[in-house]
């Protein structure tokens, strides 16, 4: 036996969605051999939707279904708690299967450019690296949204 059976609705992206008030990061350490060394620091302030996204190789099956509805629940997310700031970063540690580097790079780029073209301020924390983190996330539920699709 294999072990358990996923379901194709946990097959797909993850995205766990953050209203901060304020958010820093830092580059810590290279952790894709592809990626030029840097240094990198930046602050986004004045609120946010935080994202931490995990793509799939079920994804790249269907790419387009999978761009759209992450676009769709970050717009949601994003009206709900009243940001036009959007915050992507890849984060390969919310399921057990996980597409390759480049494609998740490609389609987390993908959904930047989409947000950009329907208003939102988007940044990109630094791809192939491990960072440091500080944030304020804001209290109510809707700060803290989950979302398998």
Same mark, same amino acid.
């Given at each position: 036996?294999?072990?358990?059976?996923?379901?194709?609705?946990?097959?797909?992206?993850?995205?766990?969605?953050?209203?901060?008030?304020?958010?820093?990061?830092?580059?810590?350490?290279?952790?894709?051999?592809?990626?030029?060394?840097?240094? &990198?620091?930046?602050?986004?302030?004045?609120? +946010?939707? !935080? %994202?931490?996204?995990?793509? #799939? *190789?079920?994804?790249?099956?269907?790419?387009?279904?999978?761009?759209?509805?992450?676009?769709?629940?970050?717009?949601?997310?994003?009206?709900?708690?009243?940001? &036009?700031?959007?915050?992507?970063?890849?984060? +390969?540690? !919310? %399921?057990?299967?996980?597409? #390759? *580097?480049?494609?998740?790079?490609?389609?987390?780029?993908?959904?930047?450019?989409?947000?950009?073209?329907?208003?939102?301020?988007?940044?990109?924390?630094?791809?192939?690296?491990?960072?440091?983190?500080?944030?304020?996330?804001?209290?109510?539920?809707?700060?803290?949204?989950?979302?398998?699709?």
């Amino acid at each position: 036996m294999d072990g358990p059976r996923l379901s194709r609705q946990d097959q797909g992206m993850k995205m766990l969605m953050l209203h901060v008030r304020d958010f820093w990061y830092q580059t810590y350490c290279r952790n894709l051999e592809t990626e030029e060394e840097r240094q &990198e620091e930046a602050t986004v302030a004045d609120g +946010a939707v !935080l %994202a931490w996204i995990h793509v #799939e *190789p079920h994804d790249l099956d269907d790419r387009v279904t999978a761009v759209r509805k992450a676009i769709k629940n970050l717009k949601w997310h994003a009206r709900k708690v009243e940001v &036009e700031q959007v915050v992507l970063h890849s984060f +390969a540690h !919310l %399921a057990e299967q996980t597409a #390759e *580097p480049e494609a998740s790079r490609s389609i987390i780029e993908e959904m930047g450019e989409r947000l950009v073209s329907v208003g939102f301020q988007v940044h990109h924390t630094p791809w192939g690296y491990f960072n440091q983190f500080k944030m304020h996330v804001e209290g109510p539920g809707i700060a803290k949204v989950f979302k398998s699709f």
